[in-house]
């Protein structure tokens, strides 16, 4: 079932790669806010913090973070080569210590922790107990006091605010100039969520280990959660 799931996001986001910034301030309502609170947590006493980016896609939450972490040493990874592909562009040339991966990041392992480990609009893709799992891996890839940022979307915590959440997304994104195509697509990828109540995803991280697990911002249903590994 994992690997079906996987094939089906890898192909959905293959097709959508080169779109896939373009798109990004149309349907994230809240797009500047979002990203940018993220980045912003990013916090590290080095000026060249090792930085993994799960679900990393195109780049776009590490570019940030990049404008504030210029030397930052970057490990991206997402299932999809196609969004990779639009990565690399992004980044080519650029004088930082970048690395690629194509792969899922469940799996991954590395013999160096990282400062801080960050993921946006991925992570909901994920079984529930995916979810707990990889927090738990991304617990053990962390160094003493490394960050964790989580911006993506949860599940109501009730059906009518499920509901709230999601018609309140229709609405402005149908606002936009998006063709309908495009909004077409962006509905059907929708069918690959499986998203989570926000408070339980905290609960996941505080039993994990992590101390300072809070969602520092909240959009309807884009939230942007923190949890720090307690320094030894």
């Known amino acids: 079932m994992k690997d079906q799931a996987n094939q089906q996001i890898t192909s959905k986001f ?39 980016d799960l679900g990393a896609g ?29 990565a690399r562009l992004r980044f080519e040339g650029q004088p930082f210590d970048l690395t690629i991966v194509a792969g899922d990041y469940t799996a991954f392992e590395s013999s160096e922790p990282f400062d801080c480990i960050v993921s946006a609009l991925s992570i909901h893709h994920l079984e529930d107990e995916d979810k707990q799992k ?3 891996c991304i ?18 915590a009730s059906p009518y605010l499920d509901r709230l959440y999601r018609s309140d997304w229709e609405a402005k994104i149908e606002a936009t100039d998006l ?14 969520d499986r998203m989570a109540p926000l408070n339980q995803q905290l609960n996941w991280l505080q039993a994990c280990g992590f101390a300072d697990a809070d969602c520092i911002y ?5 939230v942007v959660m923190y949890a720090r590994k307690p320094a030894d």
């Open 14 to 52: 293959n097709e959508i790669a080169e779109k896939y910034d373009s798109q990004r301030r149309k349907l994230i309502p809240c797009f500047d806010d979002f990203y940018q609170t993220a980045a912003s947590l990013v916090e590290a006493d080095t000026a060249s913090p090792r930085i993994l």
């Open 58 to 86: 195109t780049g776009l939450l590490s570019s940030f973070i990049l404008e504030k972490y210029p030397a930052a040493k970057v490990t991206l990874i997402d299932l999809s080569e196609g969004m990779l592909d639009v």
């Open 134 to 136: 990889l927090f738990h």
């Open 139 to 156: 617990y053990r890839l962390l160094k003493p006091g490394g960050i964790f940022v989580n911006a993506d979307q949860v599940q109501g």
């Open 179 to 192: 063709s309908p195509e495009a909004l077409k697509a962006a509905y059907e990828r929708t069918k690959l």
């Open 218 to 222: 909240k959009y309807y249903n884009f």
